[in-house]
């Protein structure tokens, strides 16, 4: 998370020496009676943030609580006062995450990322990266596709120009963009491919993604925004940085200090070496955001908007993600997309549907291997053990909450 120190956070690269050595972060007694729960704790921890930065919430709150449980009695054992209130410093960093999380799924809206994505190493080889190929695997998304490759093309000719004659203007001083589109719409998937493209064709040194939110910006007291915003922008240096739900830093009174975070921004948004990605609702609170400078529409040059799935790009993503969980659907809705689509319009509301977008069918799996664990016992036969019924998938349809819906503009002033 953007507001809480890294090294709050176990590294996915830190190997577990690292962690328990007692020159490390981590200098805990390595054979005291709390030795286990810490080595679980942090595997528990570790396990949460992948699930985390995959996009799994649920199951990351599940695992972070967890991982706090286990690390507790680790320092209920540790006799060392030092070590003790590093571990305690760290609890509260997995604490203040899952606090996040639980009253971001509460309120049925996308909680920050707990960290970079792994898959957005700068190390990571893009030779072989096409977007075309890339985007050909997405379902749906058709003019944002057409418009991502267009744009593409234009930088890989203006590449093509400097390398001719590094006199020439091309007017793409700064590719920022505006992604507007509801949740699980695509935005996040997109940004990282956008991401990686802008990598190979070098304008960007690095493939890497910092997605933040309002709360990772903006500061509780005069001087702190500007500070946190800056850590921010450094930490995206030589990428991409995602501002998500942007239109929150609109301002909310005389005392708001959202006005100074996008001053900050707009002023790293002179860099060459970043660029910026806001997304948000399409709606008129990101018109609002727009409105607040006139530099800030002057700097972003791109905007794509982004639309709710069709019930049947639904029935496609669900069925690509069933394939991908290892398990299988029964007939009829084995391989179908038609039947599928069937089954959602009829289980689950437009108001869930378009809320939720893809994020829908992530609530269907993990309802329906509820519901499948229910029935079966530990003998059943293995195909059984994998395979999802239409009562199945109907009966998770029926436990998918309504988010509510996206904030009401603001009246006229």
Request: charged share 30%.
């Given at each position: 998370v953007g507001a809480v120190e890294q090294e709050r956070w176990p590294s996915r690269e830190v190997p577990r020496s690292v962690l328990l050595s007692k020159k490390g972060t981590m200098?805990?007694?390595?054979?005291?009676?709390?030795?286990?729960?810490?080595?679980?704790?942090?595997?528990?921890?570790?396990?949460?943030?992948?699930?985390?930065?995959?996009?799994?919430?649920?199951?990351?709150?599940?695992?972070?609580?967890?991982?706090?449980?286990?690390?507790?009695?680790?320092?209920?054992?540790?006799?060392?006062?030092?070590?003790?209130?590093?571990?305690?410093?760290?609890?509260?960093?997995?604490?203040?995450?899952?606090?996040?999380l639980k009253e971001a799924l509460n309120a049925g809206r996308k909680p920050g990322v707990a960290s970079e994505a792994p898959t957005e190493d700068k190390d990571e080889d893009l030779s072989d990266f096409d977007l075309r190929t890339?985007?050909?695997?997405?379902?749906?998304?058709?003019?944002?596709?057409?418009?991502?490759?267009?744009?593409?093309?234009?930088?890989?000719?203006?590449?093509?120009?400097?390398?001719?004659?590094?006199?020439?203007?091309?007017?793409?001083?700064f590719p920022h963009c505006l992604f507007r589109g509801p949740p699980g719409s695509g935005k996040t998937s997109m940004a990282r491919l956008l991401?990686?493209?802008?990598?190979?064709?070098?304008?960007?040194?690095?493939?890497?993604?910092?997605?933040?939110?309002?709360?990772?910006?903006?500061?509780?007291?005069?001087?702190?925004?500007?500070?946190?915003?800056?850590?921010?922008?450094?930490?995206?240096?030589?990428?991409?940085?995602?501002?998500?739900?942007?239109?929150?830093?609109a301002g909310r009174g005389d005392n708001d200090f959202?006005?100074?975070?996008?001053?900050?921004?707009?002023?790293?948004?002179?860099?060459?070496?970043?660029?910026?990605?806001?997304?948000?609702?399409?709606?008129?609170?990101?018109?609002?955001?727009?409105?607040?400078?006139?530099?800030?529409?002057?700097?972003?040059?791109?905007?794509?908007?982004f639309v709710s799935y069709t019930p049947e790009e639904l029935a496609q993503i669900f069925l690509l993600k069933v394939d991908a969980s290892g398990f299988r659907l029964a007939p009829p809705l084995?391989?179908?997309?038609?039947?599928?689509?069937?089954?959602?319009?009829?289980?689950?509301?437009?108001?869930?549907?378009e809320r939720l977008n893809g994020g829908l069918a992530d609530h269907l799996l993990r309802n329906a291997k509820r519901y499948l664990d229910q029935r079966l016992t530990v003998d059943s036969p293995v195909d059984e053990l994998l395979t999802y019924t239409a009562d199945d998938i109907s009966h998770a349809c029926a436990d998918v909450p309504t988010p509510p819906p996206p904030p009401s503009p603001?009246?006229?002033r």
């Open positions: 200098a805990l007694s390595e054979n005291g009676p709390g030795a286990p729960f810490l080595q679980r704790g942090i595997e528990l921890a570790r396990t949460a943030i992948d699930a985390d930065n995959a996009g799994d919430y649920h199951g990351a709150l599940d695992l972070y609580s967890k991982s706090i449980q286990t690390l507790l009695l680790a320092a209920k054992y540790e006799r060392n006062a030092k070590s003790r209130s590093v571990l305690t410093a760290r609890i509260d960093g997995y604490l203040s995450r899952a606090e996040t890339e985007l050909s695997k997405r379902v749906g998304m058709r003019e944002v596709k057409e418009k991502l490759l267009a744009f593409e093309h234009g930088l890989a000719l203006d590449a093509r120009r400097k390398e001719v004659d590094t006199r020439v203007k091309t007017g793409q001083q991401a990686k493209s802008l990598r190979k064709l070098g304008v960007l040194k690095t493939g890497k993604l910092v997605e933040v939110q309002r709360s990772d910006l903006v500061g509780t007291h005069i001087g702190h925004t500007a500070v946190k915003t800056k850590a921010v922008v450094d930490r995206a240096r030589g990428g991409v940085l995602f501002v998500d739900e942007c239109y929150r830093l959202g006005q100074e975070a996008v001053e900050e921004l707009m002023s790293a948004m002179e860099s060459p070496d970043m660029v910026f990605i806001f997304a948000g609702y399409d709606d008129t609170h990101m018109d609002d955001f727009i409105q607040l400078n006139p530099g800030l529409f002057r700097r972003i040059h791109h905007v794509f908007t084995k391989d179908s997309v038609s039947n599928v689509a069937d089954l959602l319009l009829r289980h689950t509301s437009q108001a869930q549907r603001k009246a006229p």
